[in-house]
């Protein structure tokens, strides 16, 4: 859960889950053992926010996340107000990261631009320097040249390292062998099962017998494909459900679909 700052809360907050949008006060103790104070650290928006009108008390600030921008006319008017050099820093998510053109802007920053590239996920690669190089051209789009300054505990990584060079086709030459060694998409096709359940032992054996269905299945109808699982999802758990799954790779869509519609006819899947 991710905690978002409140003045008005006894607790000075509150934490909150963006995936299944659970919220409640931030506990002033644990709550598992009743002993120790729940300690708040990291890097959101909001820390970002306050480190600038420390470091620059007089410049005029404004955050666009997801708790400041209710409304579509509320991201509309913070725009116009930047572009109209009413405000002279911009922070957010990555709602600002993309297709915003603003000839002025002359400085642009990336906080913890890896985030992305540790999570269990073949394209975290590319997904990072998309994000990068996206941010960069948010500057430098008027007569004088940008600036691009990136903060990141991986500064070797090559995701960063060719983001940083503007290098998209030697980044993509290299992804690209990467995935055909590893018959990752788009050499591939890819497809993921899913099992959830509130009960963790249950929801590992509802995962094992499908796979050992789908192992049985492949082999029976003679088809090139392989399987990567049971393992637990990126996010293990939401809204109270374990969650674990099993990949499928095939040389083309047709196949995996071909395997998926067996599944369906033998009702051991549903949407």
Same mark, same amino acid.
């Given at each position: 859960?991710?905690?978002?700052?409140?003045?008005?809360?006894?607790?000075? *907050?509150?934490?909150?889950?963006?995936?299944?949008?659970?919220?409640?006060?931030?506990?002033?103790?644990?709550?598992?053992?009743? !002993?120790?104070?729940?300690?708040?650290?990291?890097?959101?928006?909001?820390?970002?926010?306050?480190?600038?009108?420390? #470091?620059?008390?007089?410049?005029?600030?404004?955050?666009?996340?997801?708790?400041?921008?209710?409304?579509?006319?509320?991201?509309?008017?913070? &725009?116009?107000?930047?572009?109209?050099?009413?405000?002279?820093?911009?922070?957010?998510?990555?709602?600002?990261? #993309?297709?915003?053109?603003?000839?002025?802007?002359?400085?642009?920053?990336?906080?913890?631009?890896?985030?992305?590239?540790?999570?269990?996920?073949?394209?975290?690669?590319?997904?990072?320097?998309?994000?990068?190089?996206?941010?960069? *051209?948010?500057?430098?789009?008027?007569?004088?040249?940008?600036?691009?300054?990136?903060?990141?505990?991986?500064?070797?990584?090559?995701?960063?390292?060719?983001?940083?060079?503007?290098?998209?086709?030697?980044?993509?030459?290299?992804?690209?062998?990467?995935?055909?060694?590893?018959?990752?998409?788009?050499?591939?096709?890819?497809?993921?099962?899913?099992?959830?359940? #509130?009960?963790?032992?249950?929801?590992?054996?509802?995962?094992?017998? &499908?796979?050992? !269905?789908?192992?049985?299945?492949?082999?029976?109808?003679?088809?090139?494909?392989? &399987?990567?699982?049971?393992?637990?999802?990126?996010?293990?758990?939401?809204?109270?459900?374990?969650?674990? !799954?099993?990949?499928?790779?095939?040389?083309?869509?047709?196949?995996?679909?071909?395997?998926?519609?067996?599944?369906?006819?033998?009702?051991?899947?549903?949407?």
């Amino acid at each position: 859960m991710v905690f978002h700052k409140d003045a008005s809360l006894p607790t000075g *907050g509150y934490v909150h889950c963006h995936h299944c949008t659970a919220k409640q006060l931030l506990p002033k103790i644990c709550p598992k053992c009743n !002993q120790h104070k729940v300690t708040v650290f990291g890097l959101g928006v909001q820390r970002v926010e306050e480190e600038l009108q420390r #470091k620059f008390p007089t410049a005029r600030v404004l955050r666009m996340d997801s708790d400041s921008m209710r409304t579509a006319r509320d991201y509309h008017d913070s &725009l116009e107000a930047f572009r109209a050099g009413q405000i002279d820093i911009l922070t957010g998510t990555q709602m600002i990261a #993309k297709g915003l053109d603003f000839p002025n802007v002359r400085l642009v920053g990336v906080i913890s631009a890896d985030t992305s590239l540790h999570l269990p996920d073949f394209r975290s690669s590319e997904r990072t320097f998309q994000l990068i190089a996206q941010v960069a *051209g948010r500057t430098g789009r008027g007569r004088d040249p940008g600036i691009v300054v990136v903060q990141t505990f991986n500064p070797h990584d090559p995701a960063i390292v060719m983001a940083s060079q503007h290098n998209y086709e030697g980044f993509a030459a290299r992804e690209l062998s990467i995935r055909a060694n590893m018959k990752l998409p788009p050499v591939s096709r890819m497809a993921r099962i899913v099992v959830r359940d #509130k009960d963790h032992p249950k929801c590992y054996e509802q995962a094992r017998a &499908l796979s050992n !269905q789908l192992s049985q299945t492949i082999e029976s109808m003679k088809l090139p494909v392989r &399987l990567r699982g049971p393992a637990p999802c990126p996010l293990a758990r939401v809204a109270d459900y374990f969650r674990m !799954q099993i990949e499928i790779f095939g040389p083309d869509a047709a196949t995996i679909q071909k395997l998926l519609t067996a599944l369906r006819n033998a009702r051991m899947l549903k949407s």
